[in-house]
């Protein structure tokens, strides 16, 4: 477990809106070395009693501070924008898949929660000159605060966007197509090639960016998102006020049915495809449901379960296992459901650990049993369900007493955690927004 700089765990709703201003920063802060009050160039290393610090549970005392041991993450850069960001996705690149070798590069989207409507931007980022952070603690447990350390380059551009982003999600197949959810209750499509080809050039001079596409059939606005990895162009989306909608490409447009599916008796908060079936989705709701449907039959799901106590939040589909999907929930807990045995409403594994609303939950794309999720409990956990318990609990240290034996990794040090991603073509690498900024981080043990 590896414990970031953090202020304390703030419990807030897992759709809350981000409206606190951040000015444009970049790079990562010091970790401290002030313990019991004293200064830096008083501090005793070998004095100091460490020890891991569990959000929730453990308190901070007064002239204690948190830090975090470098030599846990491979690689930690965080990066801030204008304003927080509630979404953010992996724009798909042709650098080539299993990249390892650094220094990295990597594209991405996020989408602003500011403070008026009309200062909301999308931005697309190549982050490049990612390197390695890991600091060996035999060799320099201690980092010098005059130590010069290189940081990522960060090429951005961006262009305005009406009302704060609730969703954004790039098409798998284009990732110059990135469709948003604004909070005006609209639905926009994007063709960003000309903003991508700026990125790998010095072209300043661009025209101005306009939709492709607007649907703004829905009566309220939604975070429900979802392309289809198996029909290039086609798009669900759904809303607040419980509504679906499919969307089909039509040569260089997009049709739209204007009868919605039904099922949902509240907020549809999260939408996935299958990944084998090109006619298959599930959603997730506030009305405490995870539902299967049939694309073709709109009038009522094919299969649903009372899957949490409270709304649920998030869900997604396992890419290598198809018969596995997890659900996160305001109860702060997040489930693993076998769709073999889908009319049972009994979920394969329930786990416990968070403590604030479940925000954001992926499985790897490539690891079939690992996963990541973030919380509102300022904490990003990853997640190996294929680990037993090897600790002898009887002789365990009570520190590690609650903490489940999949549980591989915490990252904390972000505030209001809202989106947790793989990156798809770098094995063990993260990417989580907040309203704190984005941190992009590879930890040691993945």
């Not at 009302?163 to 959810?181: L, S």
């Not at 073999?340 to 409403?345: D, E, G, Q, T």
């Amino acid at each position: 477990l590896a414990d970031m700089h953090s202020s304390g765990r703030k419990g807030k709703k897992a759709k809350r809106k981000l409206n606190e201003e951040k000015s444009v920063t970049s790079g990562r802060s010091k970790a401290s070395r002030v313990l019991q009050g004293l200064p830096d160039n008083r501090m005793d290393e070998d004095k100091a009693e460490k020890s891991i610090w569990r959000a929730g549970v453990d308190p901070i005392e007064d002239g204690e501070q948190l830090d975090y041991d470098p030599s846990t993450y491979i690689a930690y850069h965080p990066l801030n924008v204008d304003w927080p960001c509630l979404s953010i996705d992996v724009l798909r690149d042709p650098l080539g898949f299993q990249r390892k070798k650094f220094p990295m590069q990597m594209y991405l989207t996020c989408g602003t929660q500011a403070a008026t409507s009309s200062q909301n931007k999308v931005y697309l980022m190549k982050v490049s000159n990612i390197h390695k952070t890991q600091i060996d603690p035999e060799k320099d447990d201690l980092m010098d605060e005059d130590d010069d350390e290189e940081e990522p380059d960060v090429n951005a551009k961006s262009f305005k966007h009406d009302g704060g982003v609730n969703r954004i999600r790039a098409m798998p197949q284009a990732a110059n197509i990135i469709a948003t959810m604004s909070e005006t209750k609209n639905v926009h499509l994007w063709d960003t090639q000309h903003l991508l080809s700026a990125l790998d050039s010095s072209d300043d001079h661009l025209p101005n960016t306009k939709p492709l596409y607007t649907f703004s059939g829905h009566s309220m606005e939604g975070f429900a998102l979802d392309w289809s990895p198996t029909v290039p162009g086609r798009l669900l989306t759904g809303d607040c006020s419980k509504f679906i909608y499919l969307w089909e490409r039509k040569s260089s447009t997009w049709a739209i049915d204007k009868t919605p599916y039904i099922g949902h008796t509240a907020s549809v908060e999260d939408i996935q495809w299958s990944p084998v079936e090109k006619n298959v989705f599930a959603t997730c709701s506030a009305d405490k449901t995870l539902r299967i449907w049939d694309a073709r039959t709109r009038k009522k799901s094919a299969l649903w379960v009372a899957a949490h106590k409270a709304d649920v939040n998030v869900i997604s589909w396992n890419k290598l296992k198809p018969h596995l999907m997890l659900s996160g929930s305001d109860d702060c807990s997040f489930k693993v459901w076998d769709l073999r045995r889908f009319k049972s409403s009994t979920p394969a594994g329930h786990f416990t650990y968070h403590r604030g609303p479940i925000t954001s939950i992926q499985w790897h794309p490539t690891e079939e049993a690992m996963l990541a999720v973030a919380s509102d409990d300022d904490q990003v956990s990853i997640w190996d369900l294929a680990l037993e318990d090897d600790i002898d609990t009887k002789n365990a240290d009570n520190q590690f007493k609650d903490i489940p034996p999949q549980l591989l990794f915490v990252h904390q040090g972000q505030q209001y955690v809202k989106e947790v991603r793989f990156h798809p073509q770098i094995p063990g690498m993260i990417i989580s927004t907040a309203q704190s900024g984005i941190n992009i981080f590879k930890p040691c043990n993945l």
